[in-house]
């Protein structure tokens, strides 16, 4: 089976390689246990941006609500920061005006052409009509991508061969000298995409919500690692869309807690208003933001920020 054509009107052609990598993860010096309790890493530590993957098994637990707002944020901090869309479903994208109409290079066709990231450069995530004003606009950047990433997902095993499973990363890494922080927005459950991101990816970060499946999904996570990959860093829960007082929030971070799932002290608090953003092509932080959800999203930024070292 042949490498397909660039997928999108505007990919130039490339050069192409067989793909093939030595199918060894990254050595990380962090223990599962270590990161499981303070969530302080050593690793990673000249190889240019930082990246974590939001996974969750569950859908619907803001991956991509917290990494549009998470990115931003670490952009108004004075960071150079790359969000990727490596779900099929193009949440990410569409929130900031990325629809299929819209030129330019995606994920799928990236990974299609390994030698396309020696000269590809990442969009401005915000388009030019949205927030001009904003001073840190340009530091945020974008790999989108179509549901076509779909049927390249499917299609990869036959396209690369053997290491398949390390082309994002082997992307990722011709990237990292540009950024100081790489997020990867993840689709649900452990599929081929999920699974690339995670091998990735220098940390994880769980969303999940005050609610038992949830809560069930992020220990899938934690459980993955540790047995898959017991030396990747996990940053820790965010429980978003939930309020502190609420009885519901109090046990699910007792039960994580007791699980031995590190729960970020920052939540992320519910507003309605967030559904309604990517109307507008922008996350919640640009549209408003002295919001609660801004503020919280600001705290995590900046504590996310310390830990990582970046």
Request: charged fraction near 30%; glycine fraction near 8%.
């Amino acid at each position: 089976m042949t490498i397909p054509p660039p997928i999108h009107r505007d990919v130039r052609k490339d050069s192409q390689t067989d793909g093939r990598v030595d199918g060894r993860v990254d050595a990380r010096e962090d223990s599962r246990k270590a990161s499981r309790k303070d969530g302080h890493d050593e690793a990673a530590g000249d190889r240019g941006g930082y990246v974590i993957a939001l996974v969750n098994h569950k859908g619907g637990v803001t991956k991509t609500t917290s990494t549009a707002n998470l990115g931003a944020m670490m952009a108004e901090a004075g960071r150079r920061v790359l969000i990727v869309d490596c779900d099929p479903q193009a949440n990410l994208s569409e929130a900031f005006g990325w629809g299929e109409e819209v030129p330019g290079e995606r994920l799928e066709d990236l990974l299609a052409h390994p030698a396309a990231p020696t000269r590809y450069s990442p969009p401005v995530a915000l388009r030019p009509d949205v927030a001009p004003e904003l001073a840190w606009r340009e530091a945020l950047r974008i790999i989108p991508a179509t549901c076509a990433l779909a049927d390249l997902a499917a299609d990869l095993p036959q396209i690369a061969g053997a290491g398949y499973e390390h082309r994002l990363r082997e992307l990722l890494d011709r990237l990292r000298g540009r950024f100081d922080l790489m997020l990867l927005d993840t689709p649900p459950g452990l599929g081929i995409l999920s699974g690339m991101a995670v091998l990735a990816a220098d940390a994880l970060l769980i969303p999940a919500l005050a609610a038992d499946l949830d809560i069930r999904g992020a220990g899938k996570v934690y459980d993955l690692v540790e047995r898959e990959l017991p030396d990747l860093r996990i940053l820790g829960v965010l429980i978003a869309a939930s309020e502190r007082r609420w009885r519901i929030t109090r046990d699910a971070t007792d039960r994580m807690t007791a699980d031995q799932m590190r729960v970020l002290p920052v939540h992320v608090p519910r507003a309605v208003r967030v559904a309604s953003a990517p109307r507008y092509r922008a996350p919640t932080v640009v549209l408003e933001p002295d919001s609660i959800v801004s503020h919280a999203y600001r705290r995590l930024a900046d504590l996310l920020i310390k830990e990582v070292g970046r």
